[in-house]
């Protein structure tokens, strides 16, 4: 990959591009497809899946073996001073310390490097600890040949880390929801265009569909209808109609001429116009909307400086706290002369060999065992955490519904907001227009309200207008038909209306009713009130 910095009133995408074709390379354009890809956090969603399934694979039979109370004899043991459950202890949190807890040290150690430890550094500590200290107080009494199996900490490191991945999981799982609002507005850039070539007299030579990319500032494209606008520009030439709800959340098209700029992303709905490109790729108005969500997900709430200001300080301090409780259960230890807990597993058919653990031992394990759950306790601490995932997921809920939210601070004083005042009408719509009444002002006894909707919707069906696809809706919901009569002589002029000859109406009415058309049912219609003076 190579990124280019250029001057846009020297050369543009489409000279780069043919550069490169020069030199034998063939290139392709880096699109919004790639960066979605890491905003979804597909790979952090299956990294921590992965690694929550084998911690907790590897939690669960720690939890059996060590809650499981074995039935002391000769046989208990492996080698003197190794059980057999810390020997199954020890494998799996062997296995889980490698396997998941590689994730961990890594951030601790790239926290470490940068003087701004994190969570995960709290995480690295307290399952190294108990997994050093559980593997040495074995090694100890393998060395001295004990008749006594130590207390060991291993089931610590399989059950946090399985539960601090669980966490992580979930946070991405979270955080991937705001690429699909990302997609949707990406959705909207078109990524093609009909590029137009003029020869020395002006005219127009070739036509060449190239894409939205490699549009040019200057460059003249032609936008048919039905077709997106692919970058923003200025119309030079042609009339036509165009919707520009995804950005202005207004429901009827707007009528565009020459001079009138159109934008990109904008759909053209029946008339064909020239325009020609002002801003284009990264400078267009829906991509400068979606880095603007984006950069709104990744900004700091006045709470998360907060919250980051705490954290700085938090990691050291449990870390003094943890060291505190050490001292003051180890001090109790000694005051009381015994263990206010056993660390041992007694074994007394062992038979007079059997030594039972000294005030020291016990003391030192008890204190260290308090001093564990202090940084266990602390680990999986939210702090740092939900400030930040709940600004990218509010931004991004909020993208997916059309509010596009300026950063985390506008989203955090949300809350105080009692009144929101509009400057504007019509822009509080569902953007499908509905017929609400058809108020008829011919003669009444010359025409029915059945076949002047009859009518009235079959001359609209040809139309691609909004009010013409509402009327066209309501004219079938209310005549009970799936189709209308035929229409030739089609012709529409935007602004202005449109003209055509109907037939083949007072048969399809005909035949629902099975008989001639008659009288006056109600009418009862949702949307848009329509006057006809004459048809």
Known sequence: QVAIDYNPSVTGPRKLHRAVQDTGFEPTLANS?????????SSD?????YAFLLALVMALPTIFVSNFHFQPCKAYFILPGLSRHNLVLFIFSTIAQIGVGRYFY????LSVRSR???MDFLIVLATSIAYIYSLAVVIIAMSLHNNTTPRT??????LLLAFVSAGRWLEHKAKSKTASALAKLSAMQPSEGILLQYNSNGSVMSEEIISAGLLQEGDDFKVVPGGKVPVDGIVRSGTSAIDESMLTGEALPVVKAAGDAVYGGSVNQNGLIIVTATRVSDDSTIAQIIRLVEEAQTSKAPIQRLADQIAGIFVPAIITLSMLTFMVWLIIAFLMKRAPLNVFESCPQLGPDYQSPTVVGAAFGIAFLMAISVLCVACPCALGLATPTAVMVGTGVGAENGILIKGGEPLEMAHKVSAVVFDKTGTLTSSKPSVDTVVQLADKTSISKDLLLALVG??????????ATAIVKCAKDELRLSQLGTIVSFNSTPGRGLECTVSGVEELLSA????SVQGEPPFPCSGLKLHYEQL
């Open 153 to 158: 900490c291993f089931e610590t490191g399989p």
């Open 116 to 118: 701004a430890i994190n």
């Open 45 to 49: 969603i299956k990294k921590w899946g």
């Open 33 to 41: 497809d790639e960066r979605l890809h890491t905003l979804s956090h």
């Open 458 to 467: 079959t001359a609209e069906s040809g139309s691609e207008h909004p009010i």
């Open 106 to 109: 890594k951030s601790a150690y």
């Open 512 to 515: 629902r009713d099975g008989q």
